[in-house]
């Protein structure tokens, strides 16, 4: 692993993340017009945050989105599989973190994650030992019915997010966000996806928190106009029979594959606050097939293919 910078502006990203949080719930519960509850706890081992929740809104049926500031004293399995040497290691974590699941079925569920990562050395690795920091995040888009015009929008949004940060930045990003969000025991991608990374401290620290920022402060300019478009979409039964149905692959994923919800169990996370991000009303059923050349069949057809929706 390569030296890093190590003028770590911790209080600047804790205020950045302090402001997203408040930022984007304003906006959503403008949208709504019902206002979120807020729930503020602390985590016995150390730290705490801030739950923000709407469940039963007028255009959300539940969401949640949630920032934490927390610590421990040795980072869990999730957090070390990739990374052995920092297996015991005390550690501090802090990010926002949101998911949106719409009352619409026209409108899509949305993710959006930035998160920031401190492993300190442990006096048994000596005085020169130095800590290990990385930034994660990204956000992706998880319709249940398609609409071109959507996918496009919420990509090109987060291909201007990294524009200034390299040409193959987004091309990078995008294609990670479609490898992490894929249910292997179902050969098939939770959604449309988005951008995602992890692990990021090179070239420096203020490079990997400019990154940071620009894909969070883009999440209200690529979600909100897709919601204000499709919430006032007639629907009926069907089409929340569907969205039920659909939502199951969301909780498979989020209950077996995502780290971010393991990393929270095995660290003795709030758990309430990790799974705030399951829907409300799920369906499953036993080899369920949609009717061939139904909206509700294109949506494995057109969508669910890992398309390059900027050509």
Same mark, same amino acid.
């Given at each position: 692993?390569?030296? +890093?910078?190590?003028?770590?502006? &911790?209080?600047?990203?804790?205020?950045?993340? %302090? $402001?997203?949080?408040?930022?984007?719930?304003?906006?959503?519960?403008?949208?709504?017009?019902?206002?979120? !509850? !807020? #729930?503020?706890?602390? @985590?016995?081992?150390?730290?705490?945050?801030?739950?923000?929740? &709407? $469940?039963?809104?007028?255009?959300? $049926?539940?969401?949640?989105?949630?920032?934490?500031? =927390?610590?421990?004293?040795?980072?869990?399995?999730?957090? %070390?599989?990739?990374?052995?040497?920092?297996?015991?290691?005390?550690?501090?974590?802090?990010?926002?973190?949101?998911?949106?699941?719409?009352?619409?079925?026209?409108?899509? %569920?949305?993710?959006?994650?930035?998160?920031?990562?401190?492993?300190?050395?442990?006096?048994?690795?000596?005085?020169?030992?130095?800590?290990?920091?990385?930034?994660?995040?990204?956000?992706?888009? %998880?319709?249940?019915?398609?609409?071109?015009?959507? *996918?496009?929008?919420?990509?090109?949004?987060?291909?201007? *997010?990294?524009?200034?940060?390299?040409?193959?930045?987004?091309?990078?990003?995008?294609?990670?966000? #479609?490898?992490?969000?894929?249910?292997?025991?179902?050969?098939?991608?939770?959604?449309?996806?988005? =951008?995602?990374?992890?692990?990021?401290?090179?070239?420096?620290?203020?490079?990997?928190?400019?990154?940071? +920022?620009? =894909?969070?402060?883009?999440?209200?300019? *690529?979600?909100?106009? &897709?919601?204000?478009?499709?919430?006032?979409?007639?629907?009926?039964?069907?089409?929340?029979?569907?969205?039920?149905? @659909?939502?199951?692959?969301?909780? $498979?994923?989020?209950? =077996?594959?995502?780290?971010? !919800?393991?990393?929270?169990?095995?660290?003795?996370?709030?758990?309430?606050?990790?799974?705030?991000?399951?829907?409300?009303?799920?369906?499953?059923?036993? #080899?369920?097939?949609?009717? *061939?050349?139904?909206?509700?069949?294109?949506?494995? !057809?057109?969508?669910? &293919?890992?398309? #390059?929706?900027?050509?």
């Amino acid at each position: 692993m390569k030296p +890093q910078n190590l003028a770590l502006d &911790i209080p600047a990203v804790r205020k950045y993340l %302090t $402001e997203l949080q408040k930022r984007i719930v304003g906006h959503l519960s403008a949208l709504d017009g019902k206002p979120f !509850t !807020t #729930d503020s706890w602390q @985590r016995p081992e150390g730290g705490g945050g801030t739950s923000c929740v &709407i $469940e039963e809104g007028n255009v959300f $049926e539940r969401g949640g989105v949630n920032l934490s500031f =927390v610590t421990g004293s040795a980072l869990p399995p999730s957090a %070390t599989a990739a990374r052995p040497h920092l297996a015991g290691r005390p550690w501090e974590a802090m990010g926002v973190s949101l998911v949106i699941h719409p009352r619409n079925p026209y409108v899509p %569920t949305t993710h959006m994650n930035v998160r920031f990562f401190v492993a300190q050395p442990t006096p048994a690795e000596g005085p020169d030992a130095k800590p290990v920091w990385w930034f994660g995040g990204g956000m992706d888009l %998880t319709p249940y019915y398609g609409f071109e015009r959507d *996918a496009v929008h919420f990509h090109s949004v987060c291909h201007d *997010a990294l524009r200034s940060f390299g040409d193959d930045t987004y091309a990078r990003y995008k294609k990670w966000c #479609d490898e992490y969000f894929y249910l292997k025991h179902r050969k098939e991608p939770r959604g449309i996806g988005g =951008v995602f990374f992890d692990d990021l401290s090179e070239p420096d620290f203020m490079h990997c928190f400019r990154l940071q +920022q620009s =894909v969070g402060s883009r999440f209200l300019d *690529a979600y909100v106009p &897709i919601v204000e478009r499709r919430k006032d979409t007639p629907y009926g039964e069907r089409e929340r029979d569907w969205q039920a149905y @659909r939502r199951g692959r969301y909780v $498979e994923f989020n209950l =077996v594959w995502d780290r971010g !919800t393991l990393f929270g169990l095995q660290s003795g996370g709030r758990t309430e606050s990790i799974l705030m991000s399951l829907p409300p009303v799920v369906k499953w059923r036993y #080899d369920y097939q949609p009717e *061939a050349g139904s909206e509700e069949a294109k949506l494995y !057809t057109d969508y669910l &293919i890992g398309k #390059d929706w900027l050509g």
